[in-house]
């Protein structure tokens, strides 16, 4: 079992430039969740994705956009990047939503807005 | 709203010493709570978590965790620190229906030999 797979693992961006972010889960997991951790701080929870549809969203900006295929992989847009974008993007999968569920964590994306 | 402060942004200790990692939570609701730790340039692993089954949670690589109500902690204890324990540790816990995650700031952990 792979585990949690995020592509690409580093990129750098100029502001105002758009990005995506992919990831695939865990086998068997449906439901995927996007963290943001900026250097220094814990992972701040971007939105969450079950049967293609975003079920809850954090405290983050329109610009912050997500997608979940069929297979359950998915993605994560930026549009209109700023500086203060540039962060660790972390991806995690479970097998169902709840607050007992364990989420399984990729390695991340890490991406730098120059 | 849920909340986790972890106490000390960075923690020393010597090889073969008690390892402490406090975390302090604010609930509503019971809470879950969940501790991870991160190693440099990777993601998050799952330590433990607590369900309300049992107080003292075990988990991986030595660690456990006891939750005390009364004081809102669910602080990461290591009898024996070992090298391979240095990395970041995270406190967190769940909220919301879907089971989002709050997660402390971190504290670093080094081990000294």
């Known amino acids: 079992d792979a585990g949690v797979t995020q592509s690409p693992t580093h990129l750098i961006k100029t502001r105002g430039q758009q990005v995506t972010l992919r990831c695939s889960p865990k086998s068997g997991h449906d439901t995927v969740s996007w963290y943001q951790q900026a250097l220094g701080q814990g992972p701040q929870f971007i939105f969450q994705y079950y049967e293609e549809e975003e079920r809850q969203r954090g405290n983050f900006p329109d610009r912050f956009s997500g997608h979940q295929f069929p297979n359950y992989s998915s993605e994560l847009n930026v549009n209109a990047l700023l500086l203060g974008d540039s962060a660790l993007y972390l991806c995690a999968s479970s097998p169902e939503t709840g607050m007992n569920t364990e989420a399984f964590f990729g390695q991340g994306t890490r991406l730098t807005v120059v | 709203a849920q909340s986790v402060t972890q106490l000390g942004s960075h923690v020393s200790v010597s090889e073969g010493a008690l390892v402490l990692l406090r975390c302090n939570y604010s609930?509503?609701?019971?809470?879950?709570l969940f501790w991870y730790v991160q190693y440099p340039n990777q993601g998050l692993q799952l330590l433990l978590k607590?369900?309300?089954?049992?107080?003292l949670v075990k988990g991986i690589n030595g660690f456990e965790a006891e939750f005390k109500k009364s004081e809102t902690s669910f602080h990461l204890t290591k009898p024996s620190a070992h090298m391979s324990d240095a990395a970041e540790y995270f406190c967190?816990?769940?909220?919301?229906?879907?089971?989002?995650?709050?997660f402390g700031k971190g504290t670093k952990l080094s081990v000294k030999p």
């Open positions: 609930s509503s609701v019971p809470p879950y």
């Open positions: 607590y369900t309300s089954a049992a107080t």
């Open positions: 967190a816990v769940s909220e919301g229906s879907q089971g989002n995650l709050i």
